[in-house]
């Protein structure tokens, strides 16, 4: 590919110590959509005829039923490949590597067969463009995908949560501050918490994605190709919405490879929380959960075990997670301009990243609709500890009471509860009166379940009514969020159909 100022051969263990082959293979069907779409631009240059570019297209359309087939032929010849054109490389690619020791870089494994398949009208390919460009706009295509697969993942987990919410109906349960009770609130409350999450995970993701809609090809190796490339048709072709606008930036950029493991690490951490809060709820401690059995395992230890293997987990892999995220900023910082080999250090977190929250996305939706909850141990936890005192500090205001002196009284109900074993609702009025002359006979309905969720009446609080029409908002939102992912001009293009140009 460059041997040509060279004297001396390579070390030979520098020389497959530096090849990304092994890793970048995965990349075939981007590489292979991406020259297609150079291709198309040179022609339209002068550098191709029409029967050049046709056959160009047509072989570039056979590179890869052709590394699959002679990978299949290797194995004994009956290997059968994933059902899409990405999961089939990626099953046959140790396969494809160990075929290819000669291929450096998957844009060098493409020229190579590409070379194999038309001859040597092959070697025009490269004219006009560099790996710099290559490997920048591969990766694009790359995370491009990975996005419109988790936004698809996390809709159907937004799904199961509303799901869940609807059918959670009023049941109550304690929520917690300092992991102490605190007031009581409705599951769906609770659940809808975080569904708020992961509408900003979703949104975050689609913000990526709309900035790293730019095409590098056309950038060249820094500083733009050396022909006049109208570069508004490889952009097009790959579904792009223009080219990107500085060839220096364009070939070292990997700012959208960092916000899209920054924003997978954020969306980390929220289902993380939630493992943990399952993890708990499901302890004998808690009991507020029966883990689905389908998604537990038993211990080969301890007979009566039933643990939440899949919970532990996912919060292990939220780690992982935030390692793509640091990893790949460690790479960059500190880069000159432009494109440096370091880079090529910054396709596997990416890749761990995507595969990471592909796996957890392909169970966590069906694991959170296999939840059952024992609503009876959630509401009785909900009655007990005094969790109703705000709602009867509250009743005090509405007297009249300043809040702060309510405070005190009601902390004095709950001193005479502790030490009567008794809680505010079991208290006599004549005793409550001792505290202040305020407490009326009303009192007593402004302290239960029902009217302490329900005197939370703000937009986002816990109130019945005001969780109901939560509820119906969660669920409008994503139905308009499915409509604009399928709205997307890539979604079309289908990658993993390799149906692109
Ligand atoms: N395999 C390389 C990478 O992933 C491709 C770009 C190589 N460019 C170069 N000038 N050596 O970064």
Redesign the pocket.
């Known amino acids: 590919m460059?041997s040509g100022r060279f004297r001396e051969p390579l070390d030979p263990a520098f020389e497959s110590w530096q090849r990304?082959f092994p890793f970048?293979v995965r990349l075939l069907p981007q590489e292979v959509a991406a020259s297609k779409a150079h291709a198309r631009a040179i022609a339209a240059a002068g550098i191709l005829s029409a029967t050049e570019l046709a056959t160009m297209l047509d072989g570039l359309d056979r590179v890869i039923p052709f590394a699959l087939e002679e990978a299949s032929k290797s194995l004994g010849g009956d290997a059968a490949w994933g059902s899409s054109t990405a999961s089939a490389v990626l099953a046959a690619a140790p396969a494809i590597v160990a075929l290819h020791p000669e291929a450096?870089?998957?844009?060098h494994f493409v020229e190579l067969m590409l070379t194999k398949i038309i001859g040597e009208l092959a070697l025009k390919l490269h004219t006009g463009r560099?790996?710099?460009e290559?490997?920048a706009t591969d990766m694009r295509l790359f995370v491009r995908d990975a996005i419109d697969q988790t936004l698809r993942g996390l809709l159907s987990w937004r799904g199961a949560l509303v799901d869940q919410a609807r059918a959670a109906g009023e049941t109550v349960m304690p929520s917690y501050t300092h992991l102490q009770r605190a007031e009581p609130v409705l599951v769906a409350h609770w659940l809808l918490a975080y569904v708020s999450m992961l509408e900003r995970d979703f949104s975050r993701l689609e913000d990526c994605r709309a900035r790293l809609n730019v095409c590098p090809l056309g950038s060249g190796?820094i500083a733009g190709a050396t022909l006049a490339l109208d570069r508004t048709i490889a952009a097009e072709a790959l579904g792009f919405d223009v080219p990107t606008a500085n060839s220096m930036d364009a070939t070292s950029d990997r700012d959208f490879a960092l916000d899209f493991t920054q924003a997978l690490a954020t969306l980390g951490l929220h289902i993380s929380r939630f493992a943990e809060e399952l993890t708990l709820h499901s302890t004998a401690e808690f009991g507020f959960l029966d883990l689905p059995e389908r998604f537990s395992t038993g211990s080969s230890a301890m007979p009566q075990k039933k643990n939440p293997d899949l919970t532990e987990l996912i919060r292990g892999k939220a780690g992982r997670l935030q390692g793509a995220a640091v990893t790949l900023a460690t790479i960059v910082k500190g880069l000159p301009l432009a494109?440096n080999?370091d880079?090529?250090e910054?396709?596997e977190p990416v890749f761990d990243a995507a595969d990471t929250i592909s796996g957890i996305l392909s169970v966590l939706p069906e694991f959170t609709r296999a939840l059952h909850f024992r609503a009876d141990a959630m509401q009785a936890a909900a009655e007990k500890g005094y969790l109703n005192a705000m709602a009867a500090a509250t009743y005090l205001t509405h007297k009249g009471v300043p809040f702060r002196k309510a405070h005190e009284k009601i902390g004095q109900a709950v001193r005479l509860g502790l030490e009567t074993g008794r809680e505010l609702g079991e208290l006599s009025l004549e005793e409550l009166r001792s505290f202040g002359e305020e407490f009326g006979a009303g009192f007593f309905d402004a302290i239960t379940l029902e009217a302490t969720l329900d005197c939370h009446d703000v937009i986002g609080g816990t109130a019945r009514g005001r969780v109901r029409d939560a509820i119906e908002d969660a669920s409008r939102r994503i139905a308009s969020d499915t409509a604009s992912i399928a709205s997307k001009k890539s979604a079309k293009l289908g990658l993993e159909r390799n149906a692109l140009v």
Do not use: F, V
């Open positions: 460059w990304s970048d450096e870089d998957i844009h560099s790996r710099n290559q490997i190796a494109y080999k880079l090529q910054g396709q």
